[in-house]
């Protein structure tokens, strides 16, 4: 799963790099721990030179009480396109997450070890996501996403069987224009294990209101149970 990501880069370059600008009221400040709920950037399918900040978990359209229905963070990649809480955003309302990390956690319930999982140049990537607008009887509509999963590659696999769809770059922009499920589908994969590296963090990011750049410091836990060799 991806439970836990982190979005600490300039503007300037994640204005670069996605050809998109924050949309109006938008602020964008620097996240090392961003949780369940609390609000990711995204880049929608509909307004696609924008960035926006979404909650973090999908509260369906169709959903009579937003308290009482489940809010997932993640969609599996497999079953996307079948799941009556997924079927419709996959086909018409994808987004791209920007990231530059994130986090997974080894071992036992109790003693369980963060890692980190970033590019060698901790340049930022994206995500696969969907969003979804809900409309209340009265108020504002909420607008939420979630982040879609595939099976781990050869750097995530000793840590967690399965790992957030981080697209390769020339398929961001097949995943917020294509329309043909199968194309779609085609970009849901692992991402390259050589691209991507993972090393250990303090604890401390347990806690999602530990938000701050100390946590990106590597520490010495000791022998890894052979994660050494995919950490490098």
């Given at each position: 799963m991806c439970g836990r990501t982190s979005l600490a880069v300039d503007l300037a370059v994640l204005e670069e790099r996605f050809d998109a600008r924050?949309?109006?009221?938008?602020?964008?400040?620097?996240r090392y721990n961003?949780?369940?709920?609390?609000?990711?950037?995204?880049?929608r399918n509909d307004v696609p030179h924008e960035f926006d900040l979404l909650e973090w978990g999908l509260l369906p359209q169709w959903a009579d009480d937003p308290e009482d229905v489940p809010r997932p963070i993640n969609a599996r990649s497999e079953t996307v396109a079948e799941k009556p809480m997924f079927r419709d955003a996959f086909e018409s309302r994808r987004c791209l997450v920007p990231a530059d990390r994130f986090y997974e956690w080894q071992g036992t319930r109790g003693s369980k070890q963060p890692y980190r999982i970033e590019r060698p140049d901790r340049s930022p990537f994206a995500y696969a996501g969907l969003w979804e607008?809900?409309?209340p009887a009265e108020g504002d509509p909420r607008v939420t996403c979630t982040v879609l999963t595939t099976d781990a590659n050869e750097v995530v696999e000793p840590i967690h069987d399965r790992m957030p769809v981080i697209l390769e770059e020339g398929n961001e922009?097949?995943?917020?224009?294509?329309e043909s499920p199968d194309e779609l589908r085609s970009v849901l994969k692992p991402y390259p294990s050589d691209e991507l590296h993972a090393y250990p963090v303090s604890k401390r990011v347990d806690d999602p209101g530990n938000d701050s750049a100390d946590l990106l410091e590597e520490v010495d836990v000791g022998d890894q149970s052979g994660l050494g060799d995919f950490a490098g």
């Amino acid at each position: 799963m991806c439970g836990r990501t982190s979005l600490a880069v300039d503007l300037a370059v994640l204005e670069e790099r996605f050809d998109a600008r924050p949309a109006e009221g938008v602020t964008i400040r620097p996240r090392y721990n961003v949780a369940p709920r609390d609000d990711l950037l995204v880049v929608r399918n509909d307004v696609p030179h924008e960035f926006d900040l979404l909650e973090w978990g999908l509260l369906p359209q169709w959903a009579d009480d937003p308290e009482d229905v489940p809010r997932p963070i993640n969609a599996r990649s497999e079953t996307v396109a079948e799941k009556p809480m997924f079927r419709d955003a996959f086909e018409s309302r994808r987004c791209l997450v920007p990231a530059d990390r994130f986090y997974e956690w080894q071992g036992t319930r109790g003693s369980k070890q963060p890692y980190r999982i970033e590019r060698p140049d901790r340049s930022p990537f994206a995500y696969a996501g969907l969003w979804e607008t809900w409309t209340p009887a009265e108020g504002d509509p909420r607008v939420t996403c979630t982040v879609l999963t595939t099976d781990a590659n050869e750097v995530v696999e000793p840590i967690h069987d399965r790992m957030p769809v981080i697209l390769e770059e020339g398929n961001e922009e097949r995943w917020l224009s294509e329309e043909s499920p199968d194309e779609l589908r085609s970009v849901l994969k692992p991402y390259p294990s050589d691209e991507l590296h993972a090393y250990p963090v303090s604890k401390r990011v347990d806690d999602p209101g530990n938000d701050s750049a100390d946590l990106l410091e590597e520490v010495d836990v000791g022998d890894q149970s052979g994660l050494g060799d995919f950490a490098g």
